[in-house]
């Protein structure tokens, strides 16, 4: 069965600074994966998916995702962070027996000052 | 704005009571996903339809049910509450069950409160 796993409940880093949310996959076959942001009250927000091409995958508000086949990664980065940034994030993968997405546990980030 | 809206933004009922929360999805959207989030459980998924048909089941309990009508919007019935049931409850559709994109567009969600 499909799973994402999201090791780390929160990650907290200085505006400016890079960050990175981390993200582990475990399929069988091609993944097609997934990473939604959730602001305070508010529904998810799509950012960005891997199909296939390029390992390294841009979305919405300058985030972006590299594709480690290797590894099964997917972990989310940012060059530069923003106080806007911080939100609670998922990532997810396609069920290809359905079409569901399964999600990962989330992980809080917060960006400070 | 995603374009998937659901009604209440926010019910407060008590145990024992039934609800209904409603779902309309995106335009042309023939799939519709339920999904509920609680602060211990994350984003679990509970049913999908996929153009009127029960297309996929996941943890939803057997006193919950839902339904797809025919103009697509979908209708999420939770019944005899419990305070467990207390939770976010997401609607969201995607294009169907082949679709290429794969991503799913999803409303604001229905926050129920059971005391």
């Known amino acids: 069965a499909q799973s994402v796993a999201q090791p780390e409940d929160q990650v907290n880093v200085a505006e400016g600074n890079p960050l990175t949310v981390k993200c582990t996959y475990s399929?069988?076959?091609?993944?097609?994966l997934f990473w939604y942001v959730q602001y305070p009250n508010r529904g998810l927000q799509f950012l960005l998916k891997?199909?296939?091409?390029?390992?390294l995958v841009k979305g919405s508000y300058g985030f972006e995702a590299e594709f480690n086949k290797s590894q099964t990664s997917f972990h989310l980065k940012k060059p530069s962070a923003l106080v806007s940034d911080s939100a609670l994030y998922f990532c997810?993968?396609?069920?290809?027996?359905?079409?569901?997405?399964?999600f990962g546990t989330g992980t809080r980030l917060q960006v400070f000052p | 704005d995603s374009g998937v809206t659901q009604t209440p933004k926010h019910l407060i009922t008590a145990t024992g009571q039934r609800v209904t929360l409603r779902c309309s999805p995106r335009?042309?959207?023939?799939?519709v996903y339920w999904y509920q989030q609680s602060l211990d459980q994350g984003l679990q998924f509970l049913i999908q339809?996929?153009?009127?048909?029960?297309?996929a089941k996941g943890n939803i309990l057997e006193r919950f049910s839902a339904q797809q009508f025919p103009d697509l919007h979908s209708e999420l019935n939770l019944s005899s509450l419990e305070l467990g049931d207390s939770a976010l409850y997401f609607c969201?559709?995607?294009?169907?069950?082949?679709?290429?994109?794969?991503?799913?567009?999803f409303g604001e969600g229905s926050r129920l409160t059971v005391l």
């Open positions: 335009s042309g959207d023939l799939s």
């Open positions: 997810a993968v396609r069920d290809f027996n359905t079409d569901k997405l399964i």
């Open positions: 339809y996929y153009n009127g048909e029960e297309r």
């Open positions: 891997y199909i296939t091409g390029d390992n």
């Open positions: 399929v069988s076959g091609n993944p097609y």
């Open positions: 969201a559709s995607s294009v169907g069950t082949a679709g290429v994109s794969g991503e799913l567009f």
